[in-house]
């Protein structure tokens, strides 16, 4: 029998739980980020709503990966590859959000306290990071599928 958290399987569940706590996190609980958020006077309630859709949807979508992943029946790559997916959704839209009229990373009250990591708002780099971290989970768990390895 082969080990079921094996590093890809290990890689996207990290992610998994970055995505359901994540935005719950940042938009609600800790008062240097949630005060941007869900806290912020200057929002509007139907702005404040959109922010805890999106804190429930990241939150429920983080959870059904690791439902995914956790489950031991049928095929257990492609069981890994829709958690992949499933929780690539939220980061990957933030940059076709941009697109939208009148979007932003930050809020320009909050432009000294945003923080940048090699040119990019923080957000946007850990959405980079963790599309990064599943792209190479999926390909590590694809190299083993094709060696006759389970993912």
């Known amino acids: 029998m082969t080990r ?82 499933i929780v690539a959704v939220p980061w990957a839209s933030m940059f076709p959000a941009l697109l939208f009229p009148g979007t932003a990373t930050y809020d320009p009250e909050f432009g000294d306290e945003t923080q940048f990591v090699l040119g990019l708002h923080g957000q946007m780099f850990m959405a980079l990071v963790t599309l990064a971290m599943l792209a190479v989970a999926t390909f590590l768990a694809t190299a083993r599928r094709r060696r006759g390895v389970s993912a």
Request: aromatic share 8%; glycine share 6%; net charge negative.
């Open 4 to 85: 079921h958290w094996t590093l890809p399987r290990a890689l996207v569940a990290l992610a998994a739980a970055e995505t359901a706590l994540g935005a719950l996190l940042f938009d609600l609980v800790l008062h240097d980020t949630a005060h941007e958020h869900m806290f912020n006077p200057a929002w509007s309630p139907h702005a404040k709503f959109h922010d805890a859709q999106y804190i429930v949807t990241s939150l429920a979508l983080g959870l059904l990966a690791l439902a995914l992943l956790a489950g031991r029946r049928g095929d257990t790559h492609a069981r890994l590859l829709w958690a992949a997916g």
